[in-house]
Every structure is written in structure tokens, then in C-alpha cells.
């Protein structure tokens, strides 16, 4: 009886060890996932939300009473963007992450300086100042691309997203500019059908993937507001200077957000 035990009890146990290599991969991926929103950190983030918006919101009406210029709001942000940018290129481990937070430096400089330009008595519409507004677009889509790429891993549909990608990219300049092309300035409508389709493949590369959601979410949606809110000013019909000032404050506000979640990430693994 004792042997017969024994048998069933390695038996049982050889039984009940073996598990299929998917499930034992998966579990443990999970098991060495890092606990992100910590109390401490949600509170830290709801504090900076809050605080933003409501920031944001008294800037905004302060502003449409004339009390100081757009620019000197927008330059504000900057600052700890940039801040966060080369902390998050400092303490990272990745070197895709370290990439995009120094394209995102570059992205905040060059935004400094376009609401530079808009702080002074230059025209922002002015040729230059569409050339910085063209190349925040550009760096902003490099920044992505480098960002979701770090703690993704490659399957079937990124790596078909990422041949496809290029290729539509190129077809729909290609054809926007066969339409542009009784136009005498081709140097000039070349750079803006290329800055906004860079805008479409920033959020495209965020919310088009699901190996962003299921292993980065709040990157992907906070990073991702952030053309999101930009095509709204855009495309969105009747929309008020207000709110314009508003939704771009709010746009700058999710990218500090998504850098301090990308931080406490590196903290935490």
C-alpha cells in the first residue's frame, strides 16, 4: 500500500509539473513583469494631472484676456519635457529607449523655439516658422517609432505593419503631390504633405498595434494623445482658438505624463 502510495503520489506530481512551454513562458513573463502603478506612482500621476489641467485651464483663460502671449505658456511645458527627456536617456537600460528620448530632446528644443516664434512679433506662418513646425512632426514620428519598439516584441502583424507602413507612406505623399504639382512651391508642399502624414503614422504606430497595448498601455495612449489632440485642432470643424490653446496644453501635459511612466518603469525593473 505504501508503494502503491508513493507511485500515485509520482505520478501525480510528474503529472501535474508538466505544463505546455507556451503557458510556463507566458507565467513567467508575468511573474517578472515589474509592478508599475504602485500607490505611491498613482498618486504622483493623478497629483500631476490634475494639477496640469487645472493649470492648463486657468493659462487658457488668462490668455484670452490678453494677459500674455501663447508662447510664453506653451515654453513653460518645455521644461520639464526636456527635464524628463534626458533623465528617462540617462537611467535606461534600452538602447531603442535611449534613442527616442534623445530624438525627444530634439523634439522639445525645436518646439521651444517654434513657440519662441510665436511669443515674438515674427509671423508663425512664416516660411521658417513651417519648416520648425514640419520637423517636430518628423522627430516626433522618430521619437515613436524608437519608443515602441524598445519593450515590444516583434510578431506577425508588427513586423507586416512595419513593410506596409513605408510603402502606403510613400504611395499617399507620391499621389498628394501629383495634385500639388501645378503648385510653383513643390520644396514647400513636399514638407507639409510629409510633416502631417508623419502626424497619422505617430498615432498609427501606437494605436495600430497591439503588442503596444498589451505590453506598454499607458504609453500607448498617453504618447498617442498626443497627435490625437493635434489632428483634432486640426480637422475638427469650428473649433475655437480656446480650445486650441487648451488641447495643445493638454497634448504637452500627456507627453510629460507618458515620459514619467516610461521613468518609473526603468525604476522598477
Not at 506530481?13 to 508575468?30: F, I, K, M, R
Not at 530624438?103 to 522639445?108: A, D, H, I, N, S
Amino acid at each position: 500500500m505504501a508503494e502503491s502510495a508513493s507511485r500515485y503520489d509520482m505520478t501525480s506530481g510528474n503529472q501535474s509539473s508538466h505544463t505546455p512551454a507556451s503557458d510556463y513562458s507566458e507565467q513567467l513573463a508575468v511573474n517578472q513583469a515589474p509592478v508599475i502603478w504602485t500607490p505611491r506612482f498613482i498618486i504622483i500621476f493623478a497629483i500631476v494631472l490634475v494639477i496640469g489641467l487645472s493649470v492648463a485651464a486657468t493659462l487658457t483663460q488668462g490668455w484670452s484676456n490678453a494677459y500674455y502671449s501663447v508662447g510664453k505658456i506653451l515654453l513653460i511645458y518645455t521644461l520639464p519635457i526636456l527635464l524628463g527627456w534626458g533623465v528617462l536617456a540617462k537611467q535606461t537600460r534600452s538602447s531603442w529607449t535611449r534613442l527616442g528620448a534623445l530624438v525627444g530632446c530634439l523634439w522639445t528644443v525645436l518646439a521651444g523655439i517654434y513657440f519662441w516664434y510665436n511669443r515674438t512679433t515674427i509671423d508663425p506662418t512664416s516660411p521658417l516658422a513651417l519648416t520648425l513646425y514640419d520637423a517636430l512632426r518628423c522627430a516626433l514620428l522618430v521619437c515613436y517609432i524608437c519608443l515602441s519598439l524598445a519593450y515590444t516584441s516583434a510578431n506577425r502583424w508588427d513586423t507586416w505593419f512595419f513593410r506596409i507602413a513605408p510603402i502606403l507612406f510613400c504611395a499617399i505623399v507620391a499621389v498628394q503631390m501629383v495634385h500639388k504639382l501645378h503648385s510653383g512651391h513643390v520644396i514647400g508642399d513636399l514638407e507639409q504633405v510629409l510633416s502631417s502624414k508623419a502626424l497619422y503614422f505617430s498615432l498609427f504606430i501606437w494605436w495600430l498595434r497591439p503588442a503596444c497595448w498589451k505590453r506598454q498601455p499607458g504609453p500607448a495612449l498617453l504618447f498617442g494623445l498626443v497627435p490625437f489632440l493635434q489632428l483634432t485642432m486640426i480637422l475638427a470643424p469650428n473649433i475655437t482658438e480656446i480650445m486650441k490653446v487648451f488641447l495643445t496644453q493638454a497634448s504637452l501635459l500627456c507627453m510629460l505624463l507618458g515620459i514619467l511612466r516610461l521613468l518609473q518603469y526603468e525604476r522598477r525593473r
